[in-house]
């Protein structure tokens, strides 16, 4: 299961924001906002941030 913070995580990807602006607004550090990448894209069995589908879906919350 994508944990709400994955799916926080997965939205600002999908934003377009790198790893570190991101992580620095969620006030973790970058190996902890990695963590959450990895995490949540292995509960979605997708490799990389674009295998997880339509990006505007994903920012708009569409995959909850």
Known sequence: TVTG???EVLRMLAAGRS???S???LVVTLD???GH???????????RP???????DLAAGDGE
Not at 37 to 47: I, R, T
């Open 5 to 7: 913070r994955e799916l």
């Open 19 to 21: 790893n570190q602006a």
């Open 50 to 56: 674009n295998e997880t589908g339509d990006a505007e």
């Open 32 to 34: 902890t906002f990695k």
């Open 23 to 25: 992580a620095r607004e």
């Open 37 to 47: 990448v990895g995490h949540a894209l292995g509960e979605l069995g997708a490799a």
